[in-house]
């Protein structure tokens, strides 16, 4: 069993949005600080967006007041919405769970972001 499945990548023009989602169990999503990570082409994997069991959110200076980490659990998922995409935003998106009570630290298997002009 898989224990993060994301979905919701896709190809967006610029100023567009998408949202990506994150399913895990309810203990994952309780007991761990749950994040968005993304590779870019050629680039280093980079830190997105953060949110700490105590519901803190961080953010890429990069991705501040246009990206929302949040979760949801009626459906046990974590959402990434994304909001007046960029080109540079174009990347491999990763969810993570870390720091878990118990459990090691888990990635998804990705999912491509494509922000055209």
């Known amino acids: 069993q898989v224990p993060l499945v994301e979905s919701g990548g896709g190809s967006v023009q610029a100023g567009g949005s998408l949202k990506l989602s994150c399913t895990a169990s309810?203990?994952?999503?309780?007991?761990?600080?749950m994040g968005w990570y993304r590779q870019g082409p050629g680039k280093e994997r980079e830190k997105v967006a953060l949110?700490?069991?105590?519901?803190?959110?961080i953010y890429h200076d990069s991705v501040k007041g246009r990206f929302a980490i949040f979760k949801n659990h009626t459906d046990n998922t974590l959402y990434l919405q994304m909001n007046s995409l960029k080109i540079e935003d174009t990347a491999v998106y990763y969810c993570?769970?870390?720091?878990?009570?118990?459990?090691?630290?888990?990635w998804g298997q990705g999912t491509q972001v494509t922000v055209s002009s």
């Open positions: 993570a769970a870390e720091r878990c009570e118990r459990l090691d630290d888990m």
């Open positions: 949110l700490t069991i105590y519901l803190d959110e």
């Open positions: 309810d203990y994952i999503l309780t007991t761990c600080r």
